[in-house]
């Protein structure tokens, strides 16, 4: 998750959960366990709107060709009747 989202305070907080499980049976690991829970919370807080997985929008071309046109949702170019895009599914206005 830390690499597809970019970041790495969820490396840090699973490793953090990883050693607070081990030592549990000391009960020093409550402390990590609570200290990993507190930077999941962090890490989830820092995912910004710019990360690689945020939905990008697709470039639809200004003119279309007689006949076709281009679906509002993913781009896709389809006949000027289709109610609905053969690609996403989208009903189309």
Known sequence: MANKLG???F??????????????????????????????????????????????QPQVPTTAQPGLKYCASCGTQMASSAAFCPKCGAKQP
């Open 7 to 9: 970041v790495g305070t």
């Open 11 to 56: 490396r840090t907080a699973g490793l953090l959960y990883f050693v607070g499980a081990l030592l549990t049976i000391v009960l020093i690991g409550f402390v990590l366990l609570f200290v990993a829970f507190i930077l999941q919370v962090v890490a989830f807080f820092s995912i910004n709107d710019s990360s690689p997985m945020a939905q990008v």
